[in-house]
């Protein structure tokens, strides 16, 4: 087999064994920083990552990673402009740049979201809808989302525009449901600003409920245009169970979903709880979340649009309590304001499920300082071929008298 170079996670040179069916776009992408290694050694390398930077905190358990390690994301996002002969063209940016790399199919994205751009790629010129170009504030069309739910087979288009006004719409939906009759809603999103981010605010549904629905780990979730939804559902029920079995639920306890987004886990662990407070930001996905708790009967969980930390001192100053905090922030981490609330609030167990190991051991050494201490580490291979890493840690606090027995053992 053939061998390359590459650091390991401690910054060292290794030799390993090379990808066999490596990407042919992976050097111009850079979406997929591990494609020159074989799916072990990518394995080997997230597991010595999380090991050098958490390993001080307790053991780390072997790293959970996928049986097949392709075509898993059930959210694909393509970028759309114009190649130097004015072709149209679409894809990802290029790691660091604005420069799109044309892409036909990906191997981490869902085959059939692949498709589905592609032939909107090809029924642009047919309407002469242009894309947009950033540098001369002309044409239209600036982006693609597709959202697929693996396990209803139900697909959400969302054609992100600069104008409000998008010509033949009708046609459009006629024609890309004629190439793609399983195609459940199609949006409109209209982004007019120069900015980096895809969505803008507004939405005009053009076909369908303007929702799809996917089932994990047994509950029915909505899913929205702009609502979070892990993009891997095999390995997020894979995650979430390991949580669970963390959080040791016995059906009395107060839990709290902080980042609870449409509120996944929260729900699935309402069924072991006495009571669930969900707690996010995002007001189009704590709608989506009341939709879910009702769709799927849950009565003992209740959610809240606020900023979790500001809930949680409000809780502790109004002498309010709670047994178990389940936590999965962005990938910039938690900051000291949520820390500090968290630490107020006191919680018997913190379950911390990151996608970044590098700002959770920063927020690990925090909590570790104030009476907290780790009791398991699990990492979990969500995003096959990439560098990121999802981990779970459970914390116990020390000041309070526990019986703990560690999951699995």
């Known amino acids: 087999m053939n061998k390359t170079f590459h650091s390991d996670a401690s910054g060292k040179k290794s030799s390993v064994a090379a990808n066999p069916s490596p990407c042919p776009l992976a050097k111009k992408c850079g979406g997929c920083q591990l494609q020159n290694m074989s799916y072990p050694q990518q394995l080997r390398w997230k597991q010595g990552k999380v090991e050098r930077l958490l390993g001080k905190f307790h053991s780390v358990e072997p790293i959970l990673g996928m049986e097949y390690p392709y075509h898993y994301r059930n959210k694909v996002q393509a970028a759309f402009g114009l190649d130097r002969n004015r072709r149209i063209v679409s894809g990802v940016y290029q790691s660091s740049t604005h420069r799109i790399v044309s892409v036909d199919s990906c191997m981490i994205e869902d085959r059939k979201a692949d498709e589905i751009i592609v032939s909107i790629r090809r029924i642009l010129p047919l309407l002469r809808i242009q894309p947009f170009d950033e540098r001369t504030g002309q044409g239209l069309l600036r982006h693609v989302l597709v959202k697929r739910g693996f396990a209803s087979g139900q697909i959400m288009v969302v054609l ?41 605010e507004h939405e005009k549904v053009l076909y369908g409920p303007g929702y799809i629905e996917d089932t994990l780990c047994g509950c029915v979730f909505r899913i929205s245009a702009k609502s979070f939804y892990q993009i891997n559902p095999l390995q997020t029920e894979v995650l979430y169970s390991k949580a669970l079995e963390m959080a040791q639920l016995n059906g009395t306890e107060r839990v709290i979903d902080a980042y609870c987004g449409i509120g ?67 990938r910039a981490g938690s900051d000291l304001a949520f820390l500090s609330s968290l630490v107020k609030l006191a919680p018997q167990k913190v379950v911390y499920i990151s996608c970044n190991p ?39 606090r020390q000041n309070r008298s526990h019986n703990f027995s560690r999951p699995g053992r």
Request: charge should be negative; aromatic fraction near 6%.
């Open 160 to 200: 992100v525009t600069a104008s409000p006004i998008l010509p033949s719409k009708n046609r459009f939906v006629e024609l890309l449901r004629e190439k793609h009759p399983e195609i459940t809603t199609i949006l409109q999103n209209i982004n007019p600003g120069f900015t980096s981010m895809v969505l803008g």
């Open 264 to 330: 996944t886990i929260g729900m699935i662990a309402a069924r072991q709880a006495g009571r669930v407070l969900g707690v996010e930001l995002n007001r189009d996905a704590v709608r989506d979340a009341i939709a879910n708790a009702k769709r799927n009967r849950i009565s003992n969980i209740y959610f809240h649009c606020a900023d979790a930390g500001e809930f949680m001192e409000e809780m502790a100053a109004e002498g309010e309590t709670a047994d178990v905090v389940l936590m999965d922030p962005p």
């Open 358 to 396: 590098e700002t959770q051991a920063r927020d690990l050494t925090y909590l570790t300082q104030k009476g907290y201490q780790v009791c398991a580490i699990q990492p979990v291979d969500m995003f096959p071929h990439t560098n990121h890493t999802e981990c779970c840690v459970l914390l116990i």
